[in-house]
């Protein structure tokens, strides 16, 4: 076992069941996640944003697609977050690059009042049945560091991303 992994495991000797890896885009959560899964053997919950068919308009209008794309991620991260309570008996833990509970921070930036309104009568609705991690790790870059990510790594919807809203998440 690593030293990382022999840290998460800590004094108990256990690996935590659910394990979030959680930053800003860019930051390596996915990376992270994917080694930690290898490391104990378990599922891996990875963010879908190339699913979102709302995202790449949202970065050239975040006014006007704030809300389509905030809901199309709450409802497919809800979805994925039902898979955990029917896991696979071999493996005791997973490992997942997204927090549900962000996705209000996002929407808290991203919508007016009203629609935020909307959002968190939805949010309510679905989430309060889900699954709570048992340890989050929370990622962090410069934003410089972050927008070369972005960009090196091509993803069509990322590339109209603002720095200035990159580092609004970021705070």
């Given amino acids: 076992m690593t030293e990382f992994g022999s840290a998460i ?6 690996v935590p069941e659910y394990i979030v890896v959680e930053g800003p885009m860019g930051v390596g959560k996915s990376s992270l996640a994917k080694r930690l899964a290898e490391q104990f ?9 190339e699913e979102n068919p709302f995202l790449e308009r949202f970065y050239r209008s975040r006014e006007k697609y704030a809300l389509p794309t ?5 409802f497919q991260r809800c979805q994925q977050m039902k898979t ?30 009203d629609e935020l309104h909307l959002y968190d009568q939805i949010y309510r609705h ?3 049945e889900l699954p709570r991690p048992d340890l989050v790790i929370y990622l962090q870059a410069p934003v410089s560091v972050l927008m070369q990510r972005i ?4 993803i069509t ?11 609004s998440l970021c705070d």
């Fill in 157 to 167: 919807a990322e590339q109209d991303i603002d720095g200035d809203y990159l580092n």
């Fill in 70 to 74: 905030q809901l199309h991620f709450l």
């Fill in 84 to 113: 955990l309570q029917q896991r696979d008996l071999f493996h005791s833990s997973v490992v997942g690059d997204f927090l549900l509970e962000k996705d209000r921070l996002f929407a808290q930036l991203n919508l007016d009042e």
């Fill in 126 to 128: 679905m989430s309060p």
């Fill in 41 to 49: 053997n378990a599922d891996i919950l990875f963010e879908q944003p």
């Fill in 151 to 154: 960009r090196r790594r091509g």
């Fill in 9 to 14: 495991t800590g004094l108990q000797g256990k």
